[in-house]
């Protein structure tokens, strides 16, 4: 698991804590943020030569080995992903629609949208928020079913419980955070978090 360890970082995920910050600043920094994971998350990236001719000479370059895919789970993940296609605008995107049922918490997956060669590169698994953790499990198992042996979860915040739900079902999965949390609430809510990632970027 990686922390985004930056002072920066810090600074936008308090923007995003603090409950007087209004939707269209919220966007902006989700957007923001989903930017830096994908930086972090690329890292290890594999990666090719490229020939290129600069205007004095040729220069040997880097392209990706292989296209990513960004999934996106629905809603709230749709405030990342603006940010993490900045950095590959080539990649192709799938949708997961899954929404926690607010008295079990387990996740209801109501919509699934991956493009047919999912499995044939990097997939980056774009969800703000990370609770219990069920909804990231059964996004991973869903990308599991489709073939997906390259799956890395980009966060915003994550609860202590949630990280170990994933990692425990999944530790192949790396995961990418700009904070960790305390705990969760009888609601499963993150504390201290940031309320509810979907309303507060959607406005609902
Ligand atoms: O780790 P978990 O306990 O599964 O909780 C995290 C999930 O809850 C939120 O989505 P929500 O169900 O509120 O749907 P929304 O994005 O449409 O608001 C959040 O965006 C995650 O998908
Ligand atoms: O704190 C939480 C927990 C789940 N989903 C959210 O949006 N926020
Ligand atoms: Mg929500």
Redesign the pocket.
């Known amino acids: 698991m990686t922390v985004l360890d930056h002072p920066l970082v810090g600074v936008l995920v308090t923007e995003l804590r603090d409950e007087r910050t209004p939707v269209e600043r919220f966007r902006e920094v989700v957007e923001q943020l989903g930017r830096l994971l994908a930086y972090e998350a690329l890292r290890e990236v594999r990666v090719r030569e490229k020939a290129v001719r600069t205007p004095v000479a040729g220069a040997t370059g880097t392209r990706l080995a292989a296209s990513p895919t960004v999934v996106c789970i629905l809603r ?1 993940g749709a405030g990342l992903t603006p940010g993490v296609l900045s950095l590959i605008p080539g990649a192709r995107m799938g949708h997961l629609g899954m929404a ?1 049922d607010e008295a079990t918490l387990e996740p209801r997956t109501y919509y699934d949208k991956l493009p047919p060669d999912v499995a044939d590169g990097p997939v980056l698994l774009c969800d ?2 990370l ?2 953790g069920g909804s990231a499990v059964a996004a991973v198992e869903l990308l599991a079913g489709r073939g997906c042996r390259d799956v890395t979860f980009l966060g915003v ?1 994550a ?1 202590p419980e949630g990280v170990k739900r994933l990692t425990e079902a999944h530790p192949e999965v790396p995961l990418v955070l700009a904070a960790l949390d305390e705990r ?2 009888g609601r ?4 201290p ?8 970027i959607f406005g609902t």
């Open positions: 709230a926690r703000p928020m609770a219990t915040i609860a969760l609430d499963g809510y993150i504390v978090g940031l309320g509810d990632a979907g309303d507060r």
